[in-house]
């Protein structure tokens, strides 16, 4: 079994579904200001850090170049003092997208040079060894496309497909 390969198929496959749903969201569920956690906030967040770990250390990453400081996070920033995260403009669904296709476009690359023997996973927050970090990306990714997903079920009566793996 080709372990690189399986987890490009996933990562793929989540990410198909992650597009699906982003495409499918209504305008008023898209920043709907009902919602604490945004729509296009949490499919940002979800790329956003996909594409983090998928990089062999925190120093290789480079973000998009339409990036908006500590956009990121959603809620309060992770170190003191933990103030809210000011989000003054959302991230329109055509440059969600946008960042979605780029960065899938890495994929292929960022996984094919992954060490998945690597004892540290190269962020110095997370005490995992890579290959468990991929796991981890991915359940994390998967979260949300499910948070979206459901939300999409409940308020607007639209299904979103299972992806389940990409052939690769």
Known sequence: MNLHAVLQSQYLA????L?????????DLWDNPADTNKFWHIAYHAIFYTHLYLQPT??????????REN?????????????????????TKAEVLEYLALFRQEIPE?????????????FDWISLNK???QFY??????????ELCERLGVQAQIDVDWVGRVHV
């Not at 597009?19 to 305008?27: L, S, T, Y």
């Not at 925190?58 to 990036?67: G, I, T, V």
């Not at 990306?137 to 949300?144: A, E, K, T, V």
Request: proline share 7%; glycine share 4%.
């Open 14 to 17: 989540s990410l198909a579904m």
């Open 19 to 27: 597009e699906k749903a982003i495409e499918k969201c209504p305008d």
């Open 58 to 67: 925190e120093s290789d990453f480079a973000p998009w170049d339409k990036a």
């Open 71 to 91: 956009y990121n996070f959603m809620g309060t920033l992770p170190w003191p003092p933990h103030e809210e995260v000011k989000i003054e403009k959302a991230y």
């Open 110 to 122: 960022k996984v094919a040079i992954l060490d998945l023997d690597a004892e540290e996973s190269g």
């Open 131 to 133: 290959m468990e970090l």
């Open 137 to 146: 990306n991915i359940r994390h990714l998967q979260q949300h496309v499910g």
